[in-house]
Structures are given as C-alpha cells and as structure tokens.
C-alpha cells in the first residue's frame, strides 16, 4: 500500500512540486530565525555537508552506476552545484541577515518569470498563453498577500540591501531550473549528490575564510534544530524533489510552484507564530492556486 501511494506522488509533478515549496518556505523561515547565530557561509557549507552525508549511502549504488554519463557532461553537474548550491544558497542567507523572511519569500515570486526569460534566452523556448497567464495570476496573489489586501500598505513597502542579494540568488536559481532540462539520463540522486559534491569543493574555502574572519557560530536549541531542519528538508529532500518536478513538469511550469512559498509560509506563521487568517490571506492564496490551475497543460 505505502510503496504504491509511494510511487503515485513521485509521478505527481504537482504533488513532488508542492511538498518541495513547504520544506523551502520552511527554509526561509527558519534561516531568518537563525540569522544572528550562524555565519551565512558556514549555514551553507553545514547544511550541504549534512545533506550530501544523507544522500550517499542511498545513492552510492546509483553513482556507481550512472559514473560513466556523469563524467561524460561533467560540466553541468558543476554548473548546477554553483548556481544551486553555492551561489542560492549563500546569497540567500546572506540576504537574510539584511531583510526579513517576507520580504525573501516575496521576492522568490521573481523566479517563475526569470526561469521563462532564462529558458527562451538559452534554448528559444517560449511559454503559452496559460502558462504566461497562469504565472501572472499567482503573482497577483503574492502582491495580495504582500500589500495586505490595501494598496497603501504596498506602496509602504520597503526593500533593502538584503532583498538585493535574495533576488541575484532567484537568478541564480532561475538559471539552475532552466539548464536541469540537459540533465543526462541518470538517477534523481546521482544527479544531486554529484551537484552537491561540485558545490562543497567551493562552500568549504568560503567556511574556512569566513572562520579565519572570526565568524563562530553561536550553539544554542534553536541553531542546531535551524541547521538539523535545512540539512534534511530543504538541501536533501526538496531538491531531489525539485529536479523531479522539473523532469515531470519542465522548468517553466516547475518554477510557478515558487508562488506556494508565500502561502505556505504564511500558514507555518500561523501554526508556529500564532498569527491570524485575514480574508486577504485567503484571497492571495485562491489566487495563486488559480493559477497554478490555469498554467496546467488540458488532457483529453
């Protein structure tokens, strides 16, 4: 019964796609809470370290396996290690000491648009009507939740050099989705732990010379469950759920589900913060879930 519920959700593009965006949301939530208490640097480096010791003992058969086609498009493990390991990650965190969990998750909304111009500048490819209407309902539904359901609260809205660094790492990110599509015919986890291990040869000298800076990490509860949280969820588990997504879905529809991180952020605030539903909040989010519905492709 579990293996075959099992196997109906990892053929979900939908269902892989919206368990990632909660275990991200909670990404963005927790790296802010941890902001004064781990080094952005060693928050990065930590969390993919603990990751990749997750996955190998899961995918070691699996990279024995598929050595000869990674090696044979090394390049691209490397790419996808340095723009969705070490710079998303590091820039995001960085980011967060500098502006609010809001604010990051807000602007993760920029991905779906800037993986549509990364995928038509590097491989022609052009959206559909529904796709292009579905990515600008949802963003109408961030900008509800963002503005309060008021306009004068969104024209109060302000950024800060912090937002700058999340939004170069959305870029970053929009690049990783759009080249997943050259992926060779590997395992899910191959892929990933080889994308992982290009990262760490970088993550590591950037740890060692943020420590040769003085940057310690503060231990304490709420940092070690903070570090435990990202090495599980977000690192290991939501991006092989991520590369799934994309290879069920493509990147241009995978990347829309970027809009759920908002609403899902706001629902671990109501369970974890105790903040309170406001009919603004429902609003957004039947936005966002409208279009997403609009963006996916009609069957017969």
Known sequence: MIPRLFGRFWDSGPAVLAVCMLFWAGSVVTGRAAAEQIPPALFTAARWAGALALALPFAWRHVRADAAALLGRWWLPVALGLLGVVTYNSLVYRGLHDTTAVNALLLQSATPVLILVAAFVLFGERPGWR??????????????????????????????????????????????????????????????????????????????????????????????????????????????????????????????????????????????????????????????????????????
């Open 131 to 300: 796709q292009v209407g579905g990515i600008l309902v949802s963003a109408m539904g961030v900008g509800v939740i963002a503005a309060e359901g008021s306009l004068e609260v969104l024209r109060h809205l302000r950024f800060n050099p912090g937002d700058a660094l999340v939004l170069a790492a959305v870029a970053s990110y929009a690049l990783y989705s759009a080249l997943l599509r050259l992926r060779p015919a590997v395992h899910p986890l191959s892929l990933l732990v080889a994308s992982m291990a290009a990262g760490m040869v970088v993550l590591v000298p950037l740890a060692g010379a943020e420590a040769a800076g003085g940057a310690r990490m503060v231990v304490t509860g709420l940092s070690v469950a903070c570090l435990g949280y990202a090495m599980v969820f977000p690192a290991f588990l939501a991006y092989l759920l991520y590369n799934r997504g994309v290879e069920l879905t493509g990147a241009t529809r995978a990347g829309q589900y970027l809009h759920l991180m908002p609403a899902f952020g706001l629902g671990l605030a109501v369970l974890a913060l105790g903040e309170r539903l406001h009919p603004f909040h429902a609003a957004g989010m039947a936005l966002i879930g409208a279009g997403l519905w609009l963006a996916e492709p009609r069957r017969g």
